[in-house]
């Protein structure tokens, strides 16, 4: 069966300093891979999609980077964190060509 | 272009009576459409879903959905809310990009309050 993992679950921050969140998912090949940030009382926000190795895809400019170094492997990447880069962030696949969508357990980020 | 609207914020029942979560979309090409729940600081889980096959679509939980292309909505309903219910919501349409990838597109959430 499928899983998927984010790392850390939780995460403190000072504003300025880098960041490294890190998705993985097992028990699958070739997933199109996605990075959504869920602020306080909002919904989803779409950051990146990935549909392959190396291929990103940014939906909102912003101080945030994406990779994907490995096929089952998605990283969310800050070189300098703002105070509006705290927030709920989920990695989620899904099968390519198929549009159901499997979500991780999310990491807590605050930018203090 | 895509969207979707839920129509509420918040939504409070008492435990054992129906629950009525709404959503509209827009959608440029025959769009799939999701339920997923979200507990506290935990990932989504699909409910249910809708592709294009039976208009009545029914879930897990006790949940099920209706997909009314006439009036591009997808509410969800459950006859008797549980206090586990008590949840926040997303609606979510998706539908194929030109170049073959599917992008969703998410409410912003509708809390369910079940009180006892």
């Known amino acids: 069966s499928q899983t998927i993992h984010q790392w850390p679950a939780t995460l403190v921050q000072p504003v300025g300093s880098p960041l490294s969140l890190e998705c993985t998912v097992e028990g699958t090949s070739n997933p199109n891979l996605y990075w959504y940030r869920q602020a306080a009382g909002r919904g989803l926000q779409l950051l990146f999609y990935s549909v392959g190795i190396g291929q990103i895809s940014s939906e909102v400019p912003q101080n945030l980077s994406a990779s994907r170094p490995q096929d089952r492997q998605f990283i969310l990447s800050s070189k300098k964190l703002l105070l509006s880069d705290s927030g709920f962030y989920l990695c989620?696949?899904?099968?390519?060509?198929?549009?159901?969508?499997?979500f991780g357990p999310g990491t807590r980020l605050t930018v203090l | 272009a895509q969207s979707v609207t839920q129509l509420d914020s918040h939504v409070s029942v008492s435990e054992g009576t129906p629950v009525l979560l709404r959503c509209n979309y827009s959608?440029?090409?025959?769009?799939?459409l999701f339920w997923y729940v979200q507990h506290p600081n935990k990932g989504l889980q699909l409910l249910l879903k809708?592709?294009?096959?039976?208009?009545l679509v029914k879930g897990i939980n006790g949940f099920e959905a209706e997909f009314k292309k006439s009036e591009t909505s997808f509410h969800l309903t459950k006859p008797s809310a549980h206090m586990s219910d008590a949840a926040e919501y997303f609606c979510v349409v998706s539908a194929r990009t030109s170049g073959g990838s599917y992008i969703p597109t998410f409410g912003r959430g509708t809390s369910l309050i079940v009180h006892p």
């Open positions: 959608s440029s090409y025959s769009p799939s």
């Open positions: 989620a696949w899904s099968v390519s060509g198929n549009n159901e969508q499997f």
């Open positions: 809708y592709t294009s096959a039976a208009t």
